[in-house]
């Protein structure tokens, strides 16, 4: 029990994780005061912006929790995994109205420096590669990566 409350003190990937549970459940029963003040937390200390919206299921995995921006209506499944520098938010209509929010399935990993727009879907245990621009609907058991993006396998 020590070992476990020590991991969650002094290991980043799951303090923030574990953060952004509490946050979840703050704004699920309007304790606006907490949320407020946990999200400038997870903002200052790991660069972390979380919408209000957002949907994340069991098992979120931050393996580096740093500059990491999840849009509003964002919708992560079970067991997904983000490394740092990934960013799922909207596009703009030319009127500058939303246009949608991805929605990520179970088992999806996305890697470094990922940007995944737009009112898409990425299918369960899909890959996305580092460096990667996402404004399509991807497949699930499948492999991309790159600008332009690539079907890998």
Do not use: Q
């Not at 740092?84 to 938010?89: E, F």
């Not at 399935?105 to 990425?122: E, L, Q, R, S």
């Not at 699930?140 to 332009?148: D, E, Q």
């Amino acid at each position: 029990m020590l070992r476990k409350i020590f991991r969650v003190i002094f290991y980043s990937n799951i303090n923030s994780v574990v953060l952004i549970n509490i946050l979840l459940k703050l704004r699920e029963n309007n304790n606006k005061i907490l949320s407020i003040l946990l999200w400038n937390k997870l903002i200052v200390k790991y660069g972390i912006h979380i919408g209000n919206r957002v949907k994340i299921g069991k098992n979120l995995i931050l393996p580096h929790p740093l500059s990491i921006v999840i849009g509003n209506a964002v919708k992560i499944g079970d067991n997904c995994t983000l490394y740092h520098n990934v960013t799922l938010g909207t596009k703009h209509s030319l009127e500058n109205e939303s246009i949608g929010y991805p929605e990520l399935k179970n088992n999806v990993i996305i890697y470094t420096n990922t940007v995944i727009i737009g009112d898409i879907v990425i299918g369960e245990n899909t890959i996305v590669g580092s460096n990667s621009l996402v404004t399509t609907d991807l497949e699930a058991n499948s492999v991309y990566a790159g600008n332009p993006l690539k079907k890998i396998r």
